[in-house]
């Protein structure tokens, strides 16, 4: 994914987060375990945080610079 | 006209109440419900707090930054000098820092007299002075005012030394480090105003359901102590990344002074946990306003919630209060007995690791509130485990102090006393974390000796040694070594007297927030001890005061190193410390902080050869 | 000369500072997101709330979407595209806007029970209300960073306040990550 543009990086970011909503509101409505709820919220949180949040700017500050 | 910052903000607060529990009336008025106090109260407060800010002039750069405008940068701002600038909003460190401490002093002496009234009332059996709700809320008060004291306390040491300590030339965000402090004023008024609004029933930790259906004064409590939560977060953060990215060139972590290292632990915890004091005060209070029933049991809430949000932040704040004094005892100890710190590095660490174990230790407070039996004997172990590390900084002072040439200024006096005062409250905690004593002690008065010798010991004593050893630094003079000593003195042996009385009488049965008790139990002299061990406390801090405002105009002038101190504080800068830290200063860290005794070393040395370079830029 | 990239440093360096702050007061955040996310669990376990689920699935899309052009936003004023950013911003804000009449207007007017019909209520409008009122400023910070875009403040190299307020965004984001299948799907009715 580092390779993509950033806006595209965005595009496809913001896909896998629809696709996992998607699977993630199928299961909900149809009472399955809840750890499988936990686990696509998780995947989502982490996407989110590297993807739009850019954590590693904050643990490598020294990288600096915006994108 | 010309106010000083202070006064404009307290009219503004005033102001700012009125309009606010007027806003409140209007909105019932409109939706056509009749007036009611308590939720008035509440806006008003708020808006109150806001107001105070907003006159004070802490919204007035951001307001310009919202807007995109250019401020000026902090370390730029040209301030008030003098007396005055104590009064209005600073952005420079040490003024705040010394705000903090004037805040932490004036809260101390409220929150102290509080104690003196009821400790009248308690001083022979039968009711005297005071009736049961004005006593309960007396003894909550107390309780809540001294948090907010030590909470502005160790601010006041953290922001005034930290930076001189990792050689920074001010916070990381000087703005939001006087909004922090200022924030705290109007909380501290809120606070002390739920005595007129009926006062509160609950004692500190407000457990509902009484707060929820005791008088409203617990709103102005809520109200209050969200607020200084919220100081106490803001200032937490601020001081982590000042210590994680403004220290000097080649100050490593490892390099950096102790103290540094406790407040990084202190507020870690303090920038979580704080959260959920304020969630769990949130709660209450919005059950009070919108009778949503999170507490009450036969509306399907659970009063054990809020025991668990509660003390998941109000035990680690055990740990807030005291690792920064623990810290002050470890940075002072090796100046005075001039010997390398024992196991530096094992102390930076113990410091972190009673912050991240405090994390897990809650549930002891909870014992016989009725929470699941599989739950008692982690946390006692959890509990029990706090003890290792604590246990690793006794034996680094106890080996620091070994063989050293200790001298005994007042400083070292109060560190003295500091580690004795806290080993008796280390010693004295097991037994409240072990469940099947606990069952026996909770809720007596052996817990309140417990906790007023770690809040002592931890806080009380280290703050003391921390005023009388950067006092010079701050104004240049030192303070009197007499009436130091005779605060010293008279303190300690009154402390042991009152703290004593209350465990005997605790073992022995007597129940904490309890206006009176059964002249047979045979209490009346011991609690009539306590009373007096308590006006000698009281005395000997007069004493203190006397001595601050004194030795400002005429103590002894101390320009110099006069600790022969290691740290860049009081090796390379003048007393009293300039304006501008280091500005235009350079130096390189270039040994171990505390390598006391070790000939021809240094920890810090002034870099050559700078001053030209600074001078052709 | 030095002195220019003194200031270029200084920068970096304030820019490393100011995220760390920022990164520290979601930390902080996080924890009264998760003292809520504990007492729902404590008082209700694993009860399902029973609310209208395509509403909720409704709103959950339109936040996620609005953080997709929240993205957009930031990567565009740092390429550059002063167009693209502005538009982009003002798709958030509609976005954001329409979230919160989701949640406030719809959700808590449809919704079976009110704030003081026991613990379920209770918890319902705490959490939703608690994350709206985030919503709320986020949608302040956005509006301010749209009035400062349009007078053409932000640089490709210089928009601290752009990141933060986005940062900010997909934070408000994160929690409804975690807070709508709490509140809308797990547990049995």
Same mark, same amino acid.
């Given at each position: 994914?580092?390779?993509?543009?950033?806006?595209?990086?965005?595009?496809?970011?913001?896909?896998?987060?629809?696709?996992?909503?998607?699977?993630?509101?199928?299961?909900?409505?149809?009472?399955?375990?809840?750890?499988?709820?936990?686990?696509?919220?998780?995947?989502?949180?982490?996407?989110?945080?590297?993807?739009?949040?850019?954590?590693?700017?904050?643990?490598?500050?020294?990288?600096?610079?915006?994108? | 006209?010309?106010?000083?910052?202070?006064?404009?903000?307290?009219?503004?607060?005033?102001?700012?109440?009125? =309009? #606010? %529990?007027?806003? /409140?009336?209007?909105? +019932?008025?409109?939706?056509?419900?009749? $007036?009611?106090?308590? !939720? *008035?109260?509440?806006?008003?407060?708020?808006?109150?707090?806001?107001?105070?800010?907003?006159?004070?002039?802490?919204?007035?750069?951001?307001?310009?930054?919202?807007?995109?405008?250019?401020?000026?940068?902090?370390?730029?701002?040209?301030?008030?000098?003098?007396?005055?600038?104590?009064?209005?909003?600073?952005?420079?460190?040490?003024?705040?820092?010394?705000?903090?401490?004037?805040?932490?002093?004036?809260?101390?002496?409220?929150?102290?007299?509080?104690?003196?009234?009821?400790?009248?009332?308690?001083?022979?059996?039968?009711?005297?002075?005071?009736?049961?709700?004005?006593?309960?809320?007396?003894?909550?008060?107390?309780?809540?005012?001294?948090?907010?004291?030590?909470?502005?306390?160790?601010?006041?040491?953290?922001?005034?030394?930290?930076?001189?300590? =990792? #050689? %920074?030339?001010? /916070?990381?965000?000087? +703005?939001?480090?006087?909004?922090?402090? $200022?924030?705290?004023? !109007? *909380?501290?008024?809120?606070?002390?105003?739920?005595?007129?609004?009926?006062?509160?029933?609950?004692?500190?930790?407000?457990?509902?359901?009484?707060?929820?259906?005791?008088?409203?004064?617990?709103?102005?409590?809520?109200?209050?102590?969200?607020?200084?939560?919220?100081?106490?977060?803001?200032?937490?953060?601020?001081?982590?990344?000042?210590?994680?990215?403004?220290?000097?060139?080649?100050?490593?972590?490892?390099?950096?002074?102790?103290?540094?290292?406790?407040?990084?632990?202190?507020?870690?915890?303090?920038?979580?946990?704080?959260?959920?004091?304020?969630?769990?005060?949130?709660?209450?209070?919005?059950?009070?306003?919108?009778?949503?029933?999170?507490?009450?049991?036969?509306?399907?809430?659970?009063?054990?919630?809020?025991?668990?949000?509660?003390?998941?932040?109000?035990?680690?704040?055990?740990?807030?209060?005291?690792?920064?004094?623990?810290?002050?005892?470890?940075?002072?100890?090796?100046?005075?007995?001039?010997?390398?710190?024992?196991?530096?590095?094992?102390?930076?660490?113990?410091?972190?690791?009673?912050?991240?174990?405090?994390?897990?230790?809650?549930?002891?407070?909870?014992?016989?509130?009725?929470?699941?039996?599989?739950?008692?004997?982690?946390?006692?172990?959890?509990?029990?485990?706090?003890?290792?590390?604590?246990?690793?900084?006794?034996?680094?002072?106890?080996?620091?102090?070994?063989?050293?040439?200790?001298?005994?200024?007042?400083?070292?006096?109060?560190?003295?006393?500091?580690?004795?005062?806290?080993?008796?409250?280390?010693?004295?905690?097991?037994?409240?974390?072990?469940?099947?004593?606990?069952?026996?002690?909770?809720?007596?008065?052996?817990?309140?000796?417990?906790?007023?010798?770690?809040?002592?010991?931890?806080?009380?004593?280290?703050?003391?040694?921390?005023?009388?050893?950067?006092?010079?630094?701050?104004?240049?003079?030192?303070?009197?070594?007499?009436?130091?000593?005779?605060?010293?003195?008279?303190?300690?042996?009154?402390?042991?007297?009152?703290?004593?009385?209350?465990?005997?009488?605790?073992?022995?049965?007597?129940?904490?927030?309890?206006?009176?008790?059964?002249?047979?139990?045979?209490?009346?002299?011991?609690?009539?001890?306590?009373?007096?061990?308590?006006?000698?406390?009281?005395?000997?801090?007069?004493?203190?005061?006397?001595?601050?405002?004194?030795?400002?105009?005429?103590?002894?002038?101390?320009?110099?190193?006069?600790?022969?101190?290691?740290?860049?504080?009081?090796?390379?800068?003048?007393?009293?410390?300039?304006?501008?830290?280091?500005?235009?200063?350079?130096?390189?860290?270039?040994?171990?902080?505390?390598?006391?005794?070790?000939?021809?070393?240094?920890?810090?040395?002034?870099?050559?050869?700078?001053?030209?370079?600074?001078?052709?830029? | 000369?030095?002195?220019?990239?003194?200031?270029?440093?200084?920068?970096?360096?304030?820019?490393?500072?100011?995220?760390?702050?920022?990164?520290?007061?979601?930390?902080?955040?996080?924890?009264?997101?998760?003292?809520?996310?504990?007492?729902?669990?404590?008082?209700?376990?694993?009860?399902?709330?029973?609310?209208?689920?395509?509403?909720?699935?409704?709103?959950?899309?339109?936040?996620?979407?609005?953080?997709?052009?929240?993205?957009?936003?930031?990567?565009?004023?740092?390429?550059?595209?002063?167009?693209?950013?502005?538009?982009?911003?003002?798709?958030?804000?509609?976005?954001?806007?329409?979230?919160?009449?989701?949640?406030?207007?719809?959700?808590?007017?449809?919704?079976?029970?009110?704030?003081?019909?026991?613990?379920?209520?209770?918890?319902?409008?705490?959490?939703?209300?608690?994350?709206?009122?985030?919503?709320?400023?986020?949608?302040?910070?956005?509006?301010?960073?749209?009035?400062?875009?349009?007078?053409?403040?932000?640089?490709?190299?210089?928009?601290?306040?752009?990141?933060?307020?986005?940062?900010?965004?997909?934070?408000?984001?994160?929690?409804?990550?975690?807070?709508?299948?709490?509140?809308?799907?797990?547990?049995?009715?």
């Amino acid at each position: 994914m580092t390779k993509l543009s950033p806006l595209k990086r965005g595009v496809v970011v913001f896909l896998i987060l629809g696709v996992l909503t998607a699977i993630e509101y199928y299961l909900g409505v149809n009472d399955v375990p809840t750890i499988l709820l936990w686990a696509i919220a998780i995947i989502k949180l982490l996407l989110v945080l590297q993807y739009f949040m850019h954590i590693n700017r904050v643990i490598n500050p020294n990288k600096g610079g915006h994108e | 006209m010309n106010l000083s910052g202070i006064v404009k903000g307290i009219l503004f607060q005033i102001v700012g109440s009125f =309009i #606010g %529990a007027g806003i /409140m009336g209007g909105i +019932r008025a409109l939706m056509g419900l009749p $007036w009611k106090t308590e !939720p *008035a109260i509440v806006l008003g407060g708020l808006v109150g707090a806001i107001a105070f800010m907003v006159g004070v002039g802490a919204f007035k750069d951001w307001w310009k930054m919202a807007l995109g405008e250019e401020v000026t940068e902090a370390s730029e701002v040209v301030g008030k000098q003098g007396l005055s600038r104590y009064f209005g909003f600073s952005l420079d460190h040490k003024v705040i820092g010394i705000q903090y401490g004037i805040l932490s002093m004036v809260l101390l002496v409220l929150g102290g007299s509080l104690a003196l009234i009821f400790r009248v009332e308690l001083a022979q059996s039968g009711l005297q002075l005071l009736n049961f709700v004005q006593f309960n809320t007396l003894v909550g008060l107390h309780g809540m005012v001294l948090i907010a004291s030590i909470l502005m306390g160790i601010a006041a040491m953290s922001n005034y030394v930290v930076p001189l300590l =990792i #050689g %920074a030339e001010d /916070m990381a965000f000087p +703005r939001l480090n006087a909004f922090s402090f $200022w924030i705290a004023v !109007p *909380a501290s008024i809120i606070l002390m105003s739920s005595m007129f609004f009926g006062g509160f029933e609950t004692g500190w930790t407000a457990y509902p359901p009484l707060s929820v259906r005791g008088p409203m004064g617990i709103q102005m409590f809520f109200l209050g102590v969200f607020i200084v939560g919220y100081s106490s977060i803001l200032g937490a953060l601020n001081l982590i990344a000042t210590i994680l990215t403004m220290r000097t060139k080649g100050m490593g972590l490892f390099k950096m002074p102790i103290f540094a290292w406790s407040v990084l632990a202190t507020s870690i915890i303090s920038l979580t946990a704080t959260q959920l004091i304020g969630l769990s005060f949130q709660l209450v209070m919005f059950e009070r306003l919108f009778g949503m029933s999170f507490f009450t049991p036969s509306d399907g809430g659970n009063p054990i919630l809020f025991q668990h949000l509660f003390w998941f932040y109000s035990h680690p704040a055990v740990y807030i209060f005291v690792l920064p004094g623990l810290g002050i005892i470890s940075e002072l100890l090796p100046v005075f007995v001039r010997k390398p710190l024992f196991g530096y590095k094992w102390v930076a660490m113990s410091s972190m690791g009673i912050a991240l174990t405090g994390f897990l230790v809650w549930g002891h407070h909870m014992f016989t509130a009725g929470i699941e039996e599989y739950l008692r004997v982690p946390f006692m172990y959890s509990t029990l485990l706090v003890a290792v590390p604590t246990g690793v900084k006794f034996f680094s002072w106890v080996a620091t102090i070994w063989q050293g040439k200790a001298r005994f200024p007042v400083p070292m006096l109060f560190v003295l006393g500091g580690i004795i005062v806290f080993l008796l409250g280390g010693l004295t905690g097991p037994p409240n974390g072990t469940v099947s004593t606990d069952l026996h002690l909770h809720d007596t008065y052996y817990i309140v000796g417990h906790f007023h010798n770690t809040m002592f010991g931890g806080f009380i004593f280290p703050i003391f040694a921390a005023i009388y050893y950067w006092y010079p630094k701050i104004t240049g003079r030192r303070m009197s070594e007499t009436l130091g000593k005779i605060h010293f003195y008279l303190m300690t042996p009154s402390f042991f007297l009152m703290t004593f009385g209350q465990m005997r009488i605790g073992l022995l049965g007597m129940r904490r927030r309890i206006a009176d008790y059964d002249p047979a139990m045979g209490f009346d002299f011991t609690q009539l001890l306590i009373t007096i061990g308590g006006y000698l406390i009281a005395i000997s801090i007069l004493v203190f005061f006397y001595n601050l405002i004194v030795s400002a105009k005429k103590g002894e002038s101390a320009t110099g190193n006069i600790w022969n101190s290691r740290s860049p504080e009081w090796d390379i800068l003048p007393s009293p410390a300039p304006v501008h830290n280091y500005a235009g200063i350079h130096f390189n860290v270039v040994g171990e902080p505390y390598d006391y005794g070790l000939i021809g070393s240094k920890y810090v040395e002034l870099a050559q050869g700078i001053h030209q370079r600074e001078e052709s830029d | 000369m030095s002195s220019i990239n003194n200031a270029i440093v200084s920068y970096q360096q304030k820019l490393a500072i100011n995220r760390l702050g920022l990164w520290l007061f979601f930390a902080s955040d996080a924890f009264m997101f998760g003292g809520l996310l504990v007492a729902r669990f404590y008082l209700l376990g694993n009860k399902n709330l029973n609310l209208d689920q395509t509403l909720g699935l409704l709103v959950t899309s339109i936040l996620l979407i609005s953080s997709f052009f929240m993205n957009r936003a930031e990567v565009m004023v740092s390429e550059g595209n002063h167009k693209g950013f502005i538009t982009s911003l003002v798709i958030t804000i509609l976005l954001g806007i329409s979230f919160l009449v989701g949640v406030v207007g719809l959700e808590w007017g449809s919704a079976h029970f009110g704030p003081g019909d026991g613990a379920e209520g209770a918890v319902f409008y705490m959490m939703t209300g608690m994350h709206a009122f985030h919503v709320l400023t986020g949608i302040i910070f956005l509006s301010l960073v749209l009035r400062n875009g349009l007078n053409k403040k932000y640089t490709p190299e210089k928009h601290y306040a752009v990141e933060a307020s986005a940062n900010y965004w997909h934070f408000v984001d994160v929690v409804w990550i975690i807070y709508y299948p709490v509140l809308y799907l797990m547990g049995t009715i």
